[in-house]
């Protein structure tokens, strides 16, 4: 049997290349350095919920009827597991274990002073599985974070090997939407999640296509929010439409950045040619989402 372990952030196309060797996969339920080094913790690409199931759905194809995904909470009992006890706890709950598969430079165990070399030493086979690049470099987690921060969403979905969804709760808005002829479906993302570039996207859903603001809609004056707020208008739907308590949306192109308009009237134009603009490059934003990446 083959373990992949990692966190694991975004299922990028170089974790599902770790992933797609194993037959389990070993990963935790917090960030390390929200416990190693919280001023340093970065903000997730992924809810755990979903990066649980994408981590199942990479290692399907090996055990297709039940991949095994254990999420292990890092806790003061983890951060200071020595190397060897934290294979002897793999071998406790994976007996037929055999190998570990992992990116490279993976460390473990306190102080990381566990490496590749010493999981064999400590009877592993251990695996380092080479990176997939894109644009001449590694992908990584990181460098997804970065492209999204910067509005780069097709970059992003390069290395993901899908668009970047965004998941959040559906919440009651103000209705300011509507009054300019665009109702929306607004979200806030979870907790702890990375933040996009202020602006108005291109985005899929499970309803159809739509045109997203990502931002406080400051030309509304006293009715803008008082945080970012993920606001959706969903170009077919219908008006009578009912969005359900949680939305996933595939944010797959970066129309403009956010703005303050003079007027209501000039917001509502410029939306109405935000959505002329998502119906014409919405074919081509779609086919192109996530090409680009090369196995290396």
């Not at 430079?105 to 599985?129: I, K, M």
């Not at 806030?188 to 159809?208: H, N």
Request: proline share 7%.
């Amino acid at each position: 049997m083959k373990i992949a372990v990692g966190f694991f952030d975004g299922v990028h196309l170089g974790h599902r290349r770790i992933l797609g060797g194993a037959d389990a996969a070993v990963t935790f339920r917090s960030h390390p350095s929200s416990l190693l080094a919280p001023e340093r913790t970065p903000r997730l690409i992924m809810p755990l919920r979903e990066r649980l199931a994408s981590i199942a759905e990479a290692l399907r194809p090996q055990k297709p009827q039940c991949p095994r995904t254990m999420a292990l909470e890092f806790d003061d009992a983890m951060k200071n597991m020595s190397p060897g006890e934290f294979v002897s706890l793999l071998k406790r709950e994976f007996p037929e274990i055999e190998a570990i598969r992992c990116g490279h430079g993976w460390r473990f165990g306190a102080g990381g002073a566990g490496n590749a070399d010493v999981a064999r030493g400590l009877g592993l086979a251990v695996e380092e599985v080479p990176f997939v690049t894109y644009a001449g470099e590694a992908v990584s987690s990181t460098r997804i974070r970065r492209a999204l921060t910067a509005g780069e969403v097709e970059d992003a979905a390069a290395m993901l090997g899908r668009p970047w969804r965004f998941f959040g709760r559906v919440f009651a808005g103000k209705g300011e939407g509507r009054k300019l002829g665009f109702p929306t479906v607004n979200m806030r993302p979870p907790e702890g999640m990375v933040r996009l570039r202020r602006g108005v996207y291109a985005v899929e859903t499970s309803w159809g296509p739509g045109v997203a603001n990502w931002g406080e809609a400051p030309t509304m004056g006293a009715a803008a929010w008082d945080e970012c707020t993920f606001e959706v208008h969903l170009l077919d739907a219908d008006r009578s439409f009912a969005p359900p308590e949680e939305m996933t949306v595939d944010v797959c192109r970066f129309i403009r950045p956010e703005r303050m308009f003079p007027s209501r009237a000039a917001l509502a134009e410029q939306i109405a040619a935000d959505c002329a603009a998502v119906r014409f490059f919405m074919k081509d934003a779609f086919a192109t989402c996530g090409d680009g990446a090369v196995m290396t």
